[in-house]
């Protein structure tokens, strides 16, 4: 694969793109065929109260029948959710037929405890079989899930508990991440001790990994549960499309983390028409991503979408180096998958190591690996590239949108992705750049606002949970009065129709007048052989306004045992950004750690980089994966 090549379009993804556009009802009627519907819809949109969109009005249907029910037909004992644990050395595949079964066991449950239609259910998972039970379970009955990422602090816990206001909370005794067990219990504990709101009932799925206390009259086992209620049947409920499916928080790496709430038919269809058009679903066949259910990518392609495309799922607990970096193409080999989907954060950690633990196995099965979440650099798509040589394709969205806003999209016509773009706008997406000032389209390769004009597709956010105020004034004020949502980052399209993100609004360095973003920098800075991830910020600077400061994870630490040899790769890395960009993006310092602040899900804090850099509080900390990281910023920049 070329990584340059100019696209040439046959025209098939063109057209279907400025149909998507010019006539979105006719389009996403087409679509809705994907799903299976108990009532149909009486109309395709109602977009009558912008810039809220409400899609397939009248129409009833439902996720779990989707992702389950309508595939026992045909597909009963095809595997549906593939369980691969290098945690706890176990595996186990669940066929459709057994998924169907432990989901109206979970309903069940559900059930006795009180669970009605409307009521949330916090799920507080490791990534083992019962959370996705419990998902499609509250989908199957009508129960809006918030699943919040297994482990977190409970502070972070208890502000969700308090937002969604759970009746039911289902979590484990224990996670265990690279070997070492994290008891969940005692954290969910202090969570509704902490909150104000308290759930009715706790479900707890012990796993033997960690002893704890149980509340009398609150806390119920799952596997005594689910001896009494083996046989249990439990009919779908059917939804109204608009209904609520599920709320989930977005990672917090701006700051406090927001509610997105999401729909139940317009999100089946954008998930359904997404596996065919841009991750080349196949039914049959295994799709494998590596996120966990705590975040987006998890909700739509770990669980809802494969299984909806009648795919099986794997559902993998464990890191991608442990036992060593071969484990994923382990997986590729041994279950056939024929998708993956991962971040440009574990590829980076894979990069550390040797690329012929990645060579080792058959990955004949395996069409493309699919990659979110933040920028992926020139480099480090080179380097995944040459080391599996399969097609690598960068994809790129937000919680809010649940599926994918840019991305070259195979499924319709086979366009060569460039590395480092995202791709070109998805169907369905009526992407732009526009200026922030004056809210016009930029020209090619000028720089603005990657903007959506409303109303948002199907799949998108339908508000901000509880609060419709924050949802208008958060997404859609940025380019009033034209109904336009602002995804808050900063990007170019070329003269091929390609989008570049070069970082987060607030992330834009303003040296001495000129704009720069942090991303452009630390593409540059990436491409030194020497380093293995950068992050860059703006720091105040009394002459030019701000300047770029960089932090480095090296590939080898030997030279920062050297003040010379430290000082020396420095330099030579400002050269780099010197004669890649010019000498106005050269970062006043490239300080070297062995570890950068990063969310849970894998994105990195610069905004708290850029808050200890300049002396003032780090902010909302609570997604925060290491917070010793933070200290290694502090002394780094002291020095
Ligand atoms: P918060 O909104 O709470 O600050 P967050 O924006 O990190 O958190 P997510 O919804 O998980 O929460 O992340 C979406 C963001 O991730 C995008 O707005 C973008 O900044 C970044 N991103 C996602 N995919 C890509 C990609 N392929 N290339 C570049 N950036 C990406
Ligand atoms: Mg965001």
């Known amino acids: 694969m070329s990584s340059n090549k100019k696209y ?65 037909a045909e597909r009963a004992d095809q595997a549906a959710l593939i369980y691969v644990s290098t945690e706890v050395d176990q595996e186990r595949t669940y066929t459709f037929r057994e998924l169907h079964r432990e989901v109206q066991i979970a309903a069940a449950m559900l059930q006795k405890l009180g669970v009605k239609k409307g009521d949330r259910v916090l799920i507080y998972m490791p990534m083992i079989p019962q959370a996705a039970f419990a998902m499609l379970a509250c989908a199957r009955i009508g129960a809006i899930h918030s699943v919040v990422f297994g482990g977190f602090a409970s502070h972070s816990l208890a ?31 202090e969570a509704i001790e902490r909150a104000s709101h308290k759930p009715a009932k706790v479900l707890m799925v012990n796993r033997g990994l960690s002893a704890f206390q149980s509340v009398a009259g609150r806390d119920e086992d799952y596997a005594s549960l689910h001896v009494q209620l083996k046989d249990a049947q439990v009919p779908v409920t059917w939804l109204k499309s608009t209904d609520i499916s599920y709320i989930l928080y977005t990672s917090g790496t701006t700051g406090k983390p927001k509610g997105v709430q999401r729909d139940v038919g317009g999100y089946a269809v954008a998930l359904a028409a997404s596996m065919k058009h841009v991750f080349l679903g196949e039914a049959g066949k295994n799709f494998f991503a590596t996120s966990d259910i705590g975040w987006v990518v998890g909700h739509s392609y770990i669980v809802y979408g494969p299984l909806m495309a009648g795919m099986g799922t794997v559902f993998y607990e464990g890191v991608p180096i442990r036992p060593d970096a071969g484990i994923w193409w382990k997986i590729v080999q041994d279950h056939q998958v024929s998708v993956m989907f991962s971040a440009p954060t574990a590829v980076r950690v894979l990069k550390k190591q040797d690329q012929s633990l990645l060579r080792k196995y058959n990955l004949s099965s395996l069409k493309a690996l699919f990659l979110a979440g933040e920028p992926l650099d020139e480099t480090t798509a080179q380097w995944i590239s040459d080391a599996l040589q399969k097609p690598i394709i960068d994809n790129y969205w937000q919680t809010e949108t649940g599926w994918p806003i840019l991305c070259v999209q195979r499924g319709i016509e086979d366009m060569d992705p460039k590395f480092g773009s995202p791709g070109v706008p998805v169907f369905g997406f009526n992407v732009n750049v526009l200026d922030e000032t004056t809210a016009q389209p930029c020209k090619v390769n000028e720089k603005g606002v990657v903007a959506i004009e409303g109303p948002l597709p199907p799949g998108c956010m339908q508000t901000v949970w509880g609060d419709d105020e924050r949802f208008v004034k958060t997404y859609w004020s940025s380019f009033k009065p034209r109904q336009v949502y602002s995804t808050f980052d900063w990007g170019i399209r070329d003269e091929d129709g390609y989008f570049f993100i070069l970082g987060r609004t607030d992330d834009v360095i303003n040296v001495a007048g000129h704009r ?35 932090f480095a994870i090296l590939k080898t630490s030997d030279v920062m045992e050297s003040p010379e040899k430290a000082k020396a790769l420095e330099a030579d890395i400002m050269k780099v950004v010197d004669s890649q960009l010019g000498a106005v993006a050269r970062p006043a310092r490239v300080h070297f750690v062995n570890v950068l602040p990063k969310t849970r899900s894998g994105k990195l804090l610069r905004r708290s980089i850029q808050a200890i850099c300049e002396g003032r509080d780090p902010g909302d900390m609570t997604t925060i994966e290491d917070p010793a990281a933070l200290e290694q910023i502090k002394s780094a920049v002291v020095h």
């Open 159 to 189: 502000s969700r508990i308090d937002d969604a206001k759970p009746t039911v909370i289902v979590s484990a005794d224990a996670g265990s991440r690279a070997g070492k067990v994290v008891a969940y219990k005692p954290l969910l504990d």
């Open 516 to 550: 720069l973003g942090t991303r452009e920098i630390e593409e540059s800075i990436s491409s030194h052989p020497a380093v293995a991830e950068v992050a860059v910020v703006g720091v105040a600077d009394q002459l030019k306004g701000q300047v770029a400061m960089a």
């Open 8 to 72: 040439q379009s046959s025209g098939a993804y063109q057209n279907l793109y400025e149909e998507s556009i010019r006539n979105p009802k006719g389009f996403w009627a087409r679509q809705a065929e994907l799903i299976d519907w108990h009532k149909p819809f009486d109309k395709v949109l109602d977009d009558s109260r912008p810039p809220f969109a409400a899609w397939y009005v009248g129409g009833e249907t439902n996720l779990c029948y989707n992702a389950v029910d309508r595939h026992l």
